[in-house]
């Protein structure tokens, strides 16, 4: 079983985590961004002062590459829009290592798609409503759609999706769009494109916005909902668990993110900054972390309900959400339905 979307197997990660090595790593090249997402896990993105520069992004990609890392993946900010894109796809692309890009599309006109053709980029284009008016507005910016549906358009002229070109398309789960979400699934798999939904991360701008959140109840509905598309539509079978539709989330035990100002964290949810990479190789800073370590031994660490749950082999809950409502990474997830405090609600 694959899983995260890592395109990893169980035997791999867990041989990953017995010897302290990587297998994916996500990376801020800027937090730059021209969108104002509602849900937006960081709170301001309009400048970021200090950040890395391309010799030290390179770097770190490198030290993640010789700690056993087959895949990178790019987040912001929004990436389309930085200016050393190309230079860094092709670097990565050099190095032999798996690229996946999150964007929201803006700078991909027909020759940017056509590069991240070429280099075989992953791309996973954020997509939160076919309706227009309702994408603007999570999007926080007017003409958000069009920008999105334009990107889509010159990524499917570039021959995405195809066996050689993934392309998916990423939606938060919230109240304003939980309605259509079962037909753009099946829009989506239509398509052969590969739909990431996912539970929205309550932190930064999705805390301001309490208007975006849906209730316990609500998303194992539409889990369950989506689950019996894919097995009666389209022949796929899977167990609904949040916090990823479909999936699953075990990304601290091969993964990490280091942001664009150099902070090595757990994940873009578990906001505790590990280090530095100016300070200390990425290595020492991953071998020598309580926080790191803490996760990696999820089965013996996780406090109350997650680590009774009958899916605690395979699963530990959204550790962003736990850290972020509760302050500790290591307590029950208070937004998952398995969760008595939440069945109470």
Request: with cysteine.
């Amino acid at each position: 079983m694959q899983i995260y979307n890592l395109e990893f197997t169980e035997k791999e990660i867990r041989e990953a985590v017995a010897t302290d090595r990587l297998l994916s790593m996500e990376i801020e090249f800027s937090r730059i961004c021209n969108f104002r997402c509602s849900y937006c896990y960081v709170a301001d993105k309009s400048e970021c002062a200090n950040e890395l520069s391309r010799m030290e992004v390179k770097d770190v990609i490198l030290q993640a590459k010789a700690l056993g890392a087959r895949k990178i993946i790019i987040l912001g900010g929004e990436p389309s829009i930085y200016p050393h894109l190309v230079e860094m796809v092709q670097f990565l692309s050099s190095e032999g290592l798996e690229i996946e890009m999150f964007t929201n599309g803006t700078g991909i006109d027909d020759d940017l798609a056509e590069v991240l053709a070429r280099e075989r980029v992953r791309v996973v284009l954020k997509m939160n409503s076919r309706d227009a008016a309702l994408q603007d507005r999570l999007a926080g910016k007017k003409g958000a759609f069009q920008i999105i549906n334009n990107a889509l358009i010159a990524l499917q002229n570039a021959g995405y999706p195809s066996d050689k070109l993934f392309l998916a398309i990423s939606t938060v789960i919230c109240k304003q769009n939980i309605g259509e979400l079962p037909a753009m699934w099946q829009w989506l798999r239509q398509e052969r494109i590969e739909p990431y939904f996912e539970v929205i991360t309550p932190q930064a701008n999705a805390i301001e916005n309490s208007w975006l959140t849906v209730d316990s109840a609500e998303l194992k509905a539409l889990f369950m909902q989506l689950s019996d598309i894919d097995q009666q539509q389209f022949g796929r079978r899977w167990e609904p668990q949040p916090p990823l539709v479909g999936n699953k989330c075990m990304r601290h035990q091969v993964s990490c993110v280091v942001t664009a100002t150099g902070d090595v964290m757990p994940c873009v949810g578990v906001t505790i900054a590990l280090d530095n990479i100016r300070n200390t190789p990425l290595a020492d800073i991953l071998k020598n972390s309580e926080v790191v370590n803490n996760l990696k031994n999820y089965r013996e660490m996780i406090k109350g309900e997650c680590r009774d749950c009958e899916k605690a082999d395979e699963c530990y809950g959204c550790r962003g959400a736990a850290y972020q409502l509760t302050g500790d990474y290591l307590a029950s997830d208070p937004t998952c339905w398995r969760n008595a405090s939440c069945k109470k609600k």
